[in-house]
């Protein structure tokens, strides 16, 4: 995923109450990392490929996955948000609901006033 579509998404998620945080998992390559609970955390985006899936792992251990949302490849960022918080993750191979929860109190995004300069200014504030 792109840096700044998967900091958009984090932040869309943050609003809805959802607990994602931009994934910076080496040189180029980022993702969507959503805390599911009980020390699980799901990876979005970061495997390189154009279609939304995710990963589940706790302590660094796959422990579950999100399968390959047919047609995905080519959702716009609303529907990537509104896929990432239809995700139902209690059962080792998560699959989606039919609607999303309903939002819960949004959360702060990360970084606060300093956000910019962390991020070395490589994008436009909003």
Aim: overall charge negative; proline content about 6%; charged content about 35%.
């Amino acid at each position: 995923m792109e840096e700044n579509r998967a900091r958009r998404v984090a932040d869309a998620l943050r609003d809805r109450g959802i607990d994602a945080h931009l994934d910076k998992a080496g040189v180029g390559m980022y993702g969507v990392r959503v805390s599911v609970g009980d020390g699980r955390q799901a990876i979005w985006g970061r495997e390189g490929t154009t279609s939304l899936e995710a990963e589940v792992l706790l302590d660094g251990d796959l422990v579950g996955f999100v399968p390959e949302i047919p047609g995905s490849e080519n959702f716009d960022e609303a529907q990537v948000i509104d896929a990432i918080a239809r995700a139902d993750y209690d059962e080792p191979v998560a699959r989606e609901r039919p609607t999303a929860p309903p939002p819960g109190p949004s959360l702060q995004r990360e970084g606060g006033l300093f956000r910019r300069f962390l991020d070395g200014f490589r994008y436009d504030s909003e």
